[in-house]
């Protein structure tokens, strides 16, 4: 167990004093940028995904039926509704309902109802589905159903919404695969500048019987470190910007459902940390493993 323990401090020894020999504040900037740069794409992806689940959540159909359509008729065409694959929920909604609602969202404008005299509306049903992706294809089968005028679901825009969320999360998803890269380059650079500068070392101890093994643990050591130190810069930057900007946005535009939770930004920050300690580990470890099998 001595034996171990003595070794490993050797293992950390040799890694803190090759990172301290080798790590440049430039390439250690570097690297805390493109992961600060990485944690940024990731806030944005739960951002995004708040908004999109609560833009999701507000997406209803409205189901206009025929002013001939009452009791049976109505219960009928509610069970057909709710027979169609994917509806969630759906909700009755009187002409008077519906008026009183029209009402609520003209404001000031309200007068203008009075105008009109009797209520044009028809009676109509609210239906929600359990995915909004498949919002066009129920509305155009609910379209089909007998006794109903129309439908209206925010047509337009809520195809562009589905497609604009789509298009940002995979050219995030694109940019940070890219950023992940450039990282481990960092990382295995600064890995291989250490063999390099101890290539002499490394060859005695070869001769004298060292294992690959042996060796190899001080460099894996080192590119934790340099992961390490990294990604802790970044994530903190990351966390306290974010703490610092979500006040300001709320009070610009409380509407917008972002994420103010301390939480949430927490976890990503200290998977950022584990993700920098990881890549670190894995790009020394294949610089390593090409230098010995030369």
């Not at 679901?153 to 919404?161: A, N, S, W």
């Not at 695969?177 to 390099?196: D, E, Q, Y």
């Not at 920098?276 to 894995?282: A, H, R, S, Y």
């Amino acid at each position: 167990m001595r034996v171990r323990l003595s070794t490993m401090r050797y293992f950390l020894a040799e890694g803190w004093k090759s990172a301290r020999r080798n790590v440049s504040l430039i390439s250690l900037g570097t690297m805390a940028v493109s992961i600060f740069v990485l944690g940024i794409f990731g806030l944005i992806l739960m951002n995004l995904s708040s908004v999109n689940s609560h833009l999701r959540s507000s997406i209803e159909i409205r189901v206009y039926v025929e002013d001939n359509f009452a009791g049976q008729g109505l219960g009928k065409l509610r069970q057909q509704i709710e027979s169609i694959d994917g509806v969630d929920r759906v909700t009755y909604v009187s002409k008077d309902e519906g008026l009183k609602r029209l009402t609520k969202q003209l404001g000031q404008k309200a007068g203008l109802v009075d105008v009109l005299g009797e209520n044009p509306l028809p009676d109509a049903y609210d239906v929600r589905v359990f995915k909004a992706d498949r919002t066009p294809d129920i509305a155009s089968e609910i379209s089909a159903l007998p006794g109903v005028i129309s439908v209206s679901y925010g047509q337009g825009f809520t195809e562009k919404l589905l497609a604009t969320t789509r298009f940002i999360a995979i050219t995030a998803l694109i940019l940070a695969i890219i950023l992940l890269g450039a990282v481990m380059f960092i990382v295995g650079n600064t890995v291989r500048l250490s063999l390099v500068s101890r290539a002499q070392e490394i060859e005695v101890m070869k001769l004298v019987g060292a294992t690959d093994r042996f060796i190899m643990w001080p460099f894996l050591i080192e590119g934790m470190i340099v992961g390490f130190m990294g990604s802790s810069v970044s994530g903190i930057c990351l966390y306290a910007g974010y703490q610092a900007c979500i006040g300001r946005l709320g009070l610009v535009a409380p509407f917008i459902p972002i994420i103010a939770e301390a939480a949430p930004v927490a976890r990503l920050c200290i998977g950022l940390v584990v993700l920098g300690v990881l890549m670190g580990v894995i790009a020394g470890g294949v610089f390593i493993r090409k230098h010995l099998e030369i």
